[in-house]
């Protein structure tokens, strides 16, 4: 069964650092490629960007270059996202998500990890 | 920076038929774009429900299909039911490894 389990949520202040974690199993993690979504409270799904975990070949939404990095540890299955100094907007729901491109599809998504960033 | 345009709300009766649409600010929305379609709860994470345009993830209704109407991709709904009052995204490949969601539709049964 294929499973994408997330980190827990956070509580950070504006300025700080994060790096989020989506664990994948189930499949060969280094052969699909992990994308994050963003959910801001009460809005639309916002897609950030991906990685290719076998070779950590990513690319970002114009939205999202510069703000956040992402990244991939094929040693432990795991992807993450990372912000370097927090803001308030940042304060959202973050799914991590399988894409597949053979099909052009998302079929598998992470439970969901809240980042709340308040002073 | 493309937008891709969603209903921001849509109603349907029970047993209705609805059909939500995606299409992009500027050019039109074909097969090439693999048009895909995700269903989300409150407090969910998104289901996927079709993909490359009209190919039913696997377990979805056959209630639910997927199609090009003009310029745009269409999810349609046959024979509404309640749990299907949901937010109803569509994705679509931009090319060059990035996809782009839309701006979502709210979907009522009553």
């Known amino acids: 069964e294929v499973q994408l389990v997330q980190s827990g949520a956070e509580v950070k202040k504006p300025g700080e650092s994060l790096k989020i974690s989506c664990k994948g199993s189930?499949?060969?993690?280094?052969?699909?490629?992990i994308g994050w979504v963003r959910q801001m409270p009460g809005k639309g799904l916002e897609w950030m960007g991906i990685?290719?975990?076998?070779?950590?070949?990513?690319r970002y939404s114009p939205s999202f270059q510069g703000q956040v990095t992402i990244s991939a540890d094929k040693s432990i299955s795991t992807a993450y996202l990372h912000w370097s100094s927090l803001k308030a907007s940042d304060t959202a729901m973050y799914y991590c998500?399988?894409?597949?491109?053979?099909?052009?599809?998302?079929?598998?998504w992470g439970q969901g990890t809240l980042v709340t960033v308040s002073s | 920076q493309t937008v891709v345009t969603q209903e921001p709300s849509f109603s349907v009766s029970p047993g209705g038929t609805v059909t939500l649409t995606c299409g992009l600010s500027s050019g039109s929305v074909s097969t090439t774009y693999y048009p895909s379609w995700y269903q989300q709860t409150p407090g969910q994470a998104p289901r996927t429900l079709i993909y490359?345009?009209?190919t039913r993830s696997s377990g979805v209704p056959d209630r639910f299909s997927g199609s090009i109407l003009g310029n745009k991709a269409a999810l349609t709904i046959t024979g509404a039911q309640a749990d299907d009052e949901s937010d109803y995204y569509c994705?679509?490949?931009?090319?060059?490894?990035?996809?782009?969601f839309g701006e979502g539709t709210k979907l009522t049964v009553l």
């Open positions: 998500a399988r894409h597949d491109y053979g099909d052009y599809v998302i079929p598998y």
């Open positions: 189930g499949y060969s993690f280094t052969n699909y490629w």
């Open positions: 994705v679509l490949y931009m090319g060059s490894g990035l996809w782009v």
């Open positions: 490359s345009t009209n």
């Open positions: 990685i290719y975990p076998g070779d950590s070949d990513s």
